[in-house]
């Protein structure tokens, strides 16, 4: 059994930062990678960021440049670093683990998510 627990969302005007944190309790031997995804009113989840148990990232073309995954295993947590955040930046943001193999395919573990705003 996982438990995921996000924060770190917020109220930020665009062009702003803000950081973003998902820790787990417990965990399951065959997971090798962990992501965020966000939510929005009228849209389907998406994937924004995806880092692997050994290091590589990938991102959603919507963010790259502007936001950064990374990872303290050592506190089983992952972070997601949110630069010069646009108003289409606003969701509920969701972390998930999962297994990567040349793309990310999510576990059913997900957290309650942490609310993102970004005024124009």
């Known amino acids: 059994q996982v438990q995921l627990v996000e924060s770190g969302g917020g109220s930020v005007q665009a062009g702003g930062s803000l950081r973003l944190s998902c820790a787990a309790f417990?965990?399951?031997?065959?997971?090798?990678?962990k992501a965020w995804y966000r939510e929005s009113p009228g849209k389907e989840r998406e994937l924004v960021a995806v880092i692997t148990y050994g290091g590589r990232t990938e991102y959603a073309e919507s963010v790259k440049g502007r936001f950064t995954v990374s990872r303290d295993s050592a506190k089983n947590t992952i972070y997601l670093q949110m630069n010069n955040v646009k108003p289409e930046d606003t969701a509920v943001y969701y972390c998930?683990?999962?297994?990567?193999?040349?793309?990310?395919?999510?576990?059913?573990?997900w957290g309650q998510g942490t609310r993102v705003t970004v005024s124009p």
């Open positions: 998930n683990e999962g297994r990567y193999n040349a793309q990310y395919y999510p576990w059913g573990y």
């Open positions: 417990g965990s399951i031997a065959s997971i090798n990678a």
